[in-house]
């Protein structure tokens, strides 16, 4: 996966000085972050609504839109592909590949040794029910 998205950014920084009237990625560049932003969370919000909805189809369409508007974002930030897939090997070192960060620093588990150590399995494949926190 990480080869497409790195293939889509590259396009992605290829289409940004084109002429506006007649690319996309040219026209949201010229645009400016706001812009960009709004594209990418509009994206989102069809992505989340298909999935409840059970479209599958849709979500796969959805979805694509929003890892362009997403790549977008990242060379308007500033953020090439490396950078994230950097910050996901942070993460999975410290918490397993399928955790978020917590927001506070207070909940991060021990390191006791070496990284594998560190590594905790991942959720969605140890056959454990997903429950809602409150």
Known sequence: MS???ERLYLAVLAARDLDP????TARL???G???IAKKLAEEAIEVAID???GY???VI???ADLLYNLTVLWASAGVRPEDVWREMARREDMLGIAEKLPKSLMKLPKVTSARVAARRPIAALEGR???KRH
Do not use: G, I
Not at 21 to 24: G, I, L, N, P, W
């Open 61 to 63: 369409r959805e979805s």
């Open 33 to 35: 972050p706001s812009k």
């Open 51 to 53: 999935a409840v909805n």
């Open 129 to 131: 029910v997903a429950r």
């Open 56 to 58: 599958s189809v849709a």
């Open 29 to 31: 560049f010229q645009r």
């Open 21 to 24: 009237a007649t690319s996309r």
């Open 3 to 5: 080869d497409s998205l």
